[in-house]
């Protein structure tokens, strides 16, 4: 028997443990960096299979090494923690609305599904190098004023739960990245692998005015709503100004907008992602957006803070091990069964943060149905969504390291990140931090504008 058949074989074995994975944090939802329970589980999980484990600690999220006893390149295979809110999805929590609307319940599953096939002996025959197992919180990036409490508190010091790991060091001596998310695939489809997908600066804007009567004396107020307004028609009417080819998003949210209707409002406060292809028209684009959110503030009177951080860099599948991850389900479920499909995907992951400093790839198994983040999605087919990409993870882990790691050595030799080192990618998305008041009323009745980071 060829070796990917007994891993596939290995893995099908723990299917119950699988599929009891994926329906349990199914029905316990948790939102980034509040998921604990969710860790809890998958960490006793992994200590039943005989991990040892390097937990977080202050915030939820663990990761294990496999060592195979010989030197080789260590392989991360990673697996996400967090669900997302949608009110009106039907399996949404009741006071939270938490919902794995995105499908992270299947990767926690394949996550451990991957953990026990390589348990199983004669698993790592022929091997080189490790494996590194990482249970990842927070990478929706949902609940912008809750992470920036945690980050002011020194909790975390970055909203993405990847980067995060990267800047506390989990991913030090790793070589290489790689996950699978859930998708809604076309039929006969059991892996699609895009080129990659665009970054964000994640924005909380909180919009200052001056209360007062909203009816008696509205002359002596400066409504801080209607700077906010202002400012998102400000940056709508930029749009036509944003290149095709740089995807460039802006997706504002109101999160408080007054609080009583007999009063104009002192405060009106504002999310936000600016998203874009690449890290440099990210930045030069944020700064169009926070001219035009200054600006408007200044016009009536206001002022507005705008603080805003690193989101996500940009994901840039690695096309060595694309094709490896590709090989690998095509030797499980056949040679028609994988699309690359070579697009450029608009939303955004802090998987791109990893492909930052090394080879790393994120593609979309099948077997989830509905619209992504919407009322309507779920795991309609397990085996498709957690078993599969389980084995896949697997068997492209074999590949890697097999032969004394040719395949895995060849990968790194080749790969492109953006840097060379993880000081200058965080020293990179540093640029973008800034926590200031944009509009300086001067003393001689000047406005200075300051939206620079």
């Known amino acids: ?49 005989g991990y040892t484990l390097v937990k977080a600690g202050d915030i939820p999220g663990f990761y294990a090494d496999l060592d195979t006893g010989k030197p080789g390149p260590k392989v991360a295979i990673l697996g996400e923690l967090d669900s997302l809110i949608v009110k009106n999805h039907p399996d949404a929590v009741a006071g939270t609305c938490a919902v794995h609307a995105c499908g992270h319940n299947a990767q926690c599953a394949t996550l451990i599904g991957v953990a026990a096939a390589l348990k199983e002996p004669g698993a790592l025959d022929g091997m080189c190098g490790s494996i590194r197992l990482i249970a990842v919180p927070a990478e929706e990036l949902i609940e912008l004023g809750f992470r920036e409490e945690l980050r002011k508190k020194g ?16 991913f030090d001596g790793v070589d290489m990245s790689m996950m699978i998310h859930s998708g809604n695939l076309e039929e006969g489809k059991t892996l699609c692998i895009s080129r990659g997908c665009n970054g964000c600066i994640t924005k909380n804007i909180t919009f200052k005015g001056v209360s007062a009567h909203a009816g008696g004396s509205p002359e002596n107020g400066r409504n801080a709503l209607y700077a906010a307004t202002c400012g998102i ?5 930029l749009r036509e ?23 104009i409002p002192e405060v009106a406060k504002v999310e936000s992602y600016v998203r874009g292809a690449s890290f440099d028209a990210m930045y030069q684009y944020n700064k169009k957006v926070n001219r035009a959110l200054a600006a408007s503030a200044a016009s009536i009177g206001c002022n507005v803070e705008l603080d805003d951080h690193p989101g996500y860099f940009p994901l840039n599948n690695d096309p060595g091990l694309s094709q490896v991850v590709a090989d690998a389900m095509r030797q499980i479920t056949g040679p028609d069964s994988v699309d690359m499909d070579g697009a450029w995907g608009t939303g955004s992951t802090d998987m791109g943060d990893v492909s930052a400093i090394m080879p790393a790839v994120h593609p979309h198994a099948s077997g989830a149905v509905g619209t992504g983040h919407g009322k309507d999605y779920y795991i309609e087919n397990k085996k ?25 050595k060849k990968i790194i030799a080749e790969a492109k990140p953006q840097f060379k080192s993880k000081e200058d990618y965080l020293a990179a998305i540093d640029r973008v931090t800034m926590d200031k008041d944009a509009v300086v009323y001067n003393q001689d009745g000047t406005v200075t504008l300051d939206f620079g980071a």
């Open 155 to 170: 909790i975390i010091r970055y909203f993405g739960g990847k980067v995060e790991f990267i800047y506390r060091g989990y």
């Open 1 to 49: 028997m060829k070796k990917a058949e007994q891993l596939m074989e290995m893995t099908a074995r723990h299917e119950d443990l699988i599929y009891e994975t994926a329906d349990y944090i199914w029905k316990h939802p948790e939102t980034g960096y509040r998921e604990w329970n969710t860790s809890a589980y998958m960490a006793e999980q992994f200590e039943k299979l």
């Open 233 to 237: 028609n400000a940056v709508n009417a």
């Open 384 to 408: 498709l969504a957690c078993l599969r990409p389980a084995q896949c993870l697997v068997v492209a882990a074999d590949m890697l390291l097999t032969e004394g790691g040719a395949l895995a």
């Open 241 to 263: 100004t944003f290149v095709d080819d740089q995807h460039i998003r802006f997706h504002p949210i109101i999160t408080q907008a007054g609080l009583a209707v007999n009063a």
